[in-house]
RNA sequence: GGGCGAUUAACUCAGCGGUCAGAGUGCCUCCUUUACAAGGAGGAAGUCGGGGGUUCGAUUCCCUCAUCGCCUACCA
């Protein structure tokens, strides 16, 4: 294949991607270990946003690579029908086109339009997933309403039912007046807004009427509530209030006579330090409410409107009835101060809408009994955390859990399997209850389903399971669970990360303990943020689209910058411009196999780790195994740690500052010369580390390097599966080579002195590229009179003269590399001012370093007390700082 | 109010008890040399937020303060 000069992503990704399918996708193999990693669903109204693009990006990398090394690896995908969000995007298109609420179409017709669309858009961001390179196995793609999930969704509800951990009740639930449903603590975000705290004065019951009357103040800012007031509490050690506890006083325009009870909860220095209690509405109040057995009232009708509770106010809009209350109060001299506030108002994540704290009926599940084994799991070490420290955060709500409320007024979800029969006894089943069939228990008729349906939670928490088929106890069941890895955003880890380790003890109770938990790591993502270090979100439009990213730079390039910027769930400040280094990245990578492969061709090849490549083997050859053999293992053991920007930064420096800087120039003029003895080893290391480096990148870049894998096969006549069914290099045949190493960093730095002295001068003011090298210390000298072409070829030079002593040319530029002297001869004129400069720089800098050194190794502490090892490497770096400055100071005064 | 995180080069971030503190971008100088000019060579650039402490030794550990951010919380 003909591969263009520049990368160019958009010429074969798509193509690589049917080439994958086409070999049998991302099936894993029938045999060996496996290794899981469940996708978290995305909402199925989603777009790709980079925080999926990170969390894309991170679980391919752990599934490639685990398919690499003989996994049988699943990464199994899907959606989440997300209740609240489709439903809304249903009902606003079905306003915006045909003026109709869900109420005109009614239930069955409004949930087909929800099914329509979810048929026609609900695969859209699995096709962005797809974009980026994910390997998922799409033939097992789930979706949390599908006739397998409303199975496992019902087995649990009636497992939890049979154990009584469900209850129903009247519990005070956040309430969206809007979409007429009630929505968990989860939905909801706080707004700052500028309100008014308003005073109310409530008589004291038989306190004398007319002119004097006595009064309790209390403060608040919804005036309205006090139509249900059931009570005020003030602190017991308030001299204002304290001889008020146990009075009554007369409520405003109702009449009610309601309690003052002592509560040490309520602070003295806020407002008026008198609290009214309103349990139906609030619900610091609702739990006064219970601790002091008042009375629950509730005020408002579904869609906000005040009940026949609120009196003269009734049928009012919540709205309309604070502005009239506060009217009327003043008019009745009942209205203390009125002052400006400012506070936090509860909103709606998906309408909006100011929500209403309410008394309604729903049902519950028992949280504690699920929690004890999921908080046993942390403890354990069955599930860990990355980074660890959110551990903490899943222990902190798991041991304060509050009892979850799992029913939603909505239509689109899993409609809860509750039936009743005429007298209102509720029943769970796994089998629907057709109307007129005996009740289970009470044998009269059912007469209705319960219309509520289970929050989304409910379905996605049997995830890492009902996916494999739970509860029939499939093959996969068996054969996937419990999965290895699970990675995810911060804000879910109580949403869904906590209840799926609750789900995994509770309902797969057919595995012994040590084997319920449902992943062994949950990997905390980076939050993605803007260049300002702002959240991404729709609001503030400042979002970067990563399918734009992709469509610019290649899926590729946007994978390894996300891992090249993320350190593991460090927060990460992003612009469009930061993609520019994975895409040269990418190129850069393009271009040297393409190097490679241009000299190869029909060429003879030698392996350098067989017996006959040992024997034309050079230096370089050596140093660049040992590099790739030092740069396998690491990445290897990142890797299996989950420290992928760590394996990506090691590679991103061994391809591109060990191979093409150094190897791939060094190598050049071998290629080139006729007949070289050690081309053929020379191109046989070369096939060798692309093979390998192309085979560890192929986890971050895995269209890149399938497109020069290909090559590379084809232009050595190897018959290879595709990259992506290869197997993990092994090191075969690599080891580290110390020698290599040591003897090679001589070169490299010699090559720096001269380079550093030549670009000090220009041109002009050399009078030919030649330099002349001192080396007194022998083995030094060896090496580079060795290798003194490549030393030549690197520094741009035409002469170079490598030997014990050399005396200082008259003119000529110095430069001094550890024990090594490096002249530049100049013409007659040259201001050498440039170079003293320089020279003298760094002469200050060893300088230091050897006071700084004196001053430790004056130390009779640090001599006695630190590390032996410590103390002889700092008496070894002094001699050579030694050395090195006394080489400067004899230049600079020669010069 | 509690908890967590961040503060290192102009910018974005690594490092985290002991080599004169690193990368990418940007900046300056030079180079069209046949893998790549989205490249190559070289360079300048940091009292590692402030203050205490532990230690022979602190950017690194502890305390404290400041600033920014996130999560949590019944100040009506």
């Not at 004065?201 to 009064?215: A, I």
């Not at 009892?403 to 509720?426: E, K, M, T």
């Not at 280094?581 to 040297?592: E, L, T």
């Not at 020698?739 to 380079?755: F, K, S, Y």
């Amino acid at each position: 294949m003909e591969l263009s000069t520049r990368y160019t992503p958009a010429d074969f990704e798509a193509k690589v991607y049917t080439d994958w399918l086409a070999s049998g996708g991302f099936t894993p193999k029938a045999d060996g270990p496996t290794f899981t990693i469940m996708m978290p669903p995305p909402n199925v109204t989603g777009v790709l946003h980079m925080g999926h693009a990170l969390n894309g990006t991170i679980q391919d990398i752990v599934i490639r690579h685990k398919r690499m090394n003989g996994f049988s690896a699943l990464w199994l995908a899907g959606t989440d029908h997300a209740g609240i969000a489709t439903q809304a995007v249903v009902e606003r298109k079905l306003y915006e086109e045909e003026k109709k609420t869900r109420n005109d179409l009614g239930r069955e017709a409004f949930l087909e339009r929800v099914w329509d669309w979810k048929e026609k858009h609900g695969s859209y961001i699995l096709e962005q997933f797809r974009r980026l390179g994910s390997s998922c196995d799409w033939e097992r793609t789930r979706f949390t309403m599908e006739p397998m999930m409303t199975k496992a969704v019902r087995e649990s509800f009636v497992r939890l039912w049979e154990k009584g951990l469900v209850y129903r009740g009247a519990r005070l639930v956040n309430w969206d007046c809007v979409l007429e449903t009630a929505v968990s603590d989860d939905e909801i975000e706080y707004v700052p807004r500028k309100d008014k705290l308003y005073q109310l004065r409530y008589p004291v019951k038989g306190s004398p009427g007319g002119s004097n009357p006595e009064f309790v103040t209390v403060a608040t800012t919804r005036p309205e509530t006090m139509l249900g007031d059931t009570g005020v509490a003030v602190n017991p050690a308030d001299e204002r209030w304290k001889h008020l506890i146990g009075k009554m006083l007369v409520l405003p325009f109702i009449g009610r006579e309601i309690p003052v009870v002592a509560d040490e909860t309520v602070e003295l220095d806020f407002g008026t330090g008198a609290v009214k209690i309103t349990p139906g509405h609030d619900p610091a109040d609702y739990e006064r409410g219970l601790r002091f057995k008042l009375p629950i009232i509730n005020l408002l009708e579904k869609d906000g409107k005040l009940n026949k509770e609120g009196g003269p106010f009734a049928g009012m809009t919540r709205e309309k009835a604070r502005i009239e209350v506060v009217k009327q109060l003043e008019e009745l001299g009942l209205l203390g101060e009125v002052t400006d506030y400012a506070h936090n108002v509860a909103v709606s994540d998906r309408s909006k809408s100011v929500i209403e704290p309410i008394v309604s009926e729903q049902w519950f599940v028992k949280m504690e009994p699920l929690a004890r084994p999921a908080i046993e799991a942390v403890k354990s070490g069955a599930l860990k955390f990355r980074p660890e420290r959110w551990t903490k955060v899943y222990l902190d709500w798991l041991v304060n859990v509050r009892d979850w409320c799992i029913s939603r007024q909505l239509w689109w979800g899993h409609q809860i399997p509750v039936w009743y029969d005429a007298d209102g006894v509720p029943v769970a089943s796994r089998e629907d209850l057709p109307i007129g069939s005996p009740h289970p228990v009470t044998k009269k008729p059912i007469v209705r389903q319960d219309p509520d349906v289970l929050d989304t939670w409910a379905s996605s928490w049997l995830w890492p399971f009902a996916t494999l088929g739970w509860p029939n106890l499939t093959p996969d069941v068996e054969r996937y669970y419990p999965t290895q890895f699970l990675s995810t955003a911060r804000e879910i880890i109580y949403l869904w990360v906590a209840r799926m380790v609750m789900a995994g003890y509770e309902f797969m109770d057919h595995l012994p303990m040590d084997q319920r938990c449902p992943f062994e790591v949950c990997n905390v993502h980076a939050t993605v943020l803007d260049s300002k270090g702002r959240r991404m979100s729709k609001s503030l439009n400042n979002g970067i689209d990563p399918i734009e990213m992709i469509d610019k730079y290649g899926a590729d390039a946007v994978r390894y910058s996300l891992v090249l910027l993320t350190k593991e769930g460090q927060d990460v400040k992003l612009a469009t411009d930061r993609f520019e280094q994975g895409y040269r990245f990418s190129n850069k990578v393009w271009n040297a196999a393409r190097f490679v492969l241009m000299n190869m061709g029909s060429h003879a090849q030698v392996d350098p780790t067989s017996a006959a490549g040992r024997n034309t083997i050079k230096l370089e050859d050596r140093w660049i195994l040992s590099r790739l053999s030092r740069v396998r293992a690491e990445v290897s053991q990142m890797l299996d740690a989950y420290a992928f920007n760590d394996a990506a930064m090691a590679l991103y420096q061994f391809v591109w500052n060990d191979f093409c800087d150094w190897y791939l120039e060094i190598v050049k003029s071998r290629l080139t010369a006729e007949n070289d003895p050690s081309a053929p080893v020379a191109r046989g290391t070369l096939s060798r580390v692309l093979s390998d480096a192309l085979a560890l990148l192929h986890p971050f870049t895995p269209y890149m390097t399938e497109v020069l894998w290909a090559s590379l096969n084809e232009t050595l006549g190897r018959t290879q599966p595709l990259l992506m069914n290869c197997r993990w290099p092994d090191g075969r045949g690599l080891a580290l080579d110390e020698e290599a190493e040591l003897q090679m960093q001589t070169i490299q730095d010699l090559v720096h002195a001269v380079r550093q002295v030549r670009n000090l001068t220009t041109a002009g003011e050399r009078q030919m590229l030649a330099a002349k090298i001192a080396a007194p210390n022998k083995p030094e000298r060896d090496v580079l009179q060795r290798h003194v072409d490549t030393v030549r070829a690197l520094a741009f030079l035409e002469a170079c003269e490598i030997d014990a002593h050399i005396a200082r040319p008259p003119n000529s530029a110095v430069a001094v590399a550890g024990g090594l002297e490096v002249f530049v001869a100049l013409g007659a004129n040259v201001d050498l001012g440039k170079l003293k400069d320089v020279l003298a720089r760094r002469a200050e800098k060893v300088r230091q370093g050897i006071t700084a050194i004196d001053a430790k190794l004056g130390n009779v502490a640090f001599v006695e007390r630190a590390d032996p090892e410590v103390v002889e490497g700092e008496k070894t770096r002094r001699t050579e700082m030694v050395t090195e400055l006394k080489l400067l100071e004899r230049n600079l005064s020669d010069a």
